[in-house]
């Protein structure tokens, strides 16, 4: 089990069954709380009701596609990082992500050893963030 301030908790959003499995197998044997759903409106029902720490999602899914996710998150939780995993990878869905605002982009097949290494940097930081905003509390401006 890794160290964590707080069990960082990790929104998966992958409509594939085997590897949304597989991500949450590893994510808790990393010692990550985990929910996992298979669609971006699922997904928006999970961050509307319940807080978390960093949002994994799929690209392709039917409804939504995860590039939809990622512009809500980043427009209504914007300190949320978010991970974009695709099999359809590439340069342009690449910059696409990172045009909207992607913290991290991985191909599939996923390799654990880089997933687990940008989920602890991403993570660290926003709880470098989250302490350095509760230690210097924004200042209200004059009414």
Same mark, same amino acid.
């Given at each position: 089990? /890794?160290? *964590? $301030?707080?069990?960082?908790r990790?929104l998966i959003i992958?409509?594939? %069954?085997?590897? /949304?499995?597989?991500?949450e197998? &590893?994510?808790?044997?990393?010692? !990550? @709380?985990?929910?996992? +759903?298979?669609?971006?409106?699922e997904? #928006?029902g999970?961050?509307? /009701?319940e807080? #978390?720490?960093? +949002?994994?999602?799929?690209? =392709?899914?039917?409804?939504?596609?995860g590039?939809? +996710?990622?512009?809500? +998150?980043?427009k #209504?939780q914007?300190?949320?990082?978010v991970?974009?995993i695709t099999a359809f990878?590439g340069?342009?869905? !690449?910059?696409?992500?990172?045009?909207?605002?992607?913290?991290g !982009?991985? %191909?599939?097949?996923? *390799? &654990? *050893?880089k997933? =687990?290494?940008?989920?602890q940097?991403l993570?660290?930081?926003? @709880? =470098? =963030?989250e @302490?350095s $905003?509760? %230690? $210097?509390p924004p200042?209200a401006? &004059?009414?």
């Amino acid at each position: 089990m /890794r160290e *964590h $301030n707080h069990m960082a908790r990790i929104l998966i959003i992958e409509d594939d %069954e085997e590897m /949304r499995s597989l991500l949450e197998d &590893f994510l808790k044997d990393e010692g !990550y @709380e985990t929910d996992s +759903v298979n669609s971006g409106s699922e997904a #928006f029902g999970k961050l509307a /009701r319940e807080p #978390f720490d960093l +949002v994994i999602t799929d690209i =392709r899914m039917p409804g939504l596609s995860g590039f939809d +996710v990622l512009s809500a +998150v980043k427009k #209504f939780q914007l300190e949320i990082p978010v991970i974009v995993i695709t099999a359809f990878g590439g340069e342009e869905v !690449y910059r696409r992500s990172m045009a909207r605002g992607a913290d991290g !982009y991985l %191909e599939k097949p996923i *390799h &654990f *050893h880089k997933l =687990r290494n940008l989920i602890q940097e991403l993570v660290s930081a926003k @709880e =470098r =963030r989250e @302490e350095s $905003n509760s %230690e $210097n509390p924004p200042v209200a401006p &004059f009414s």
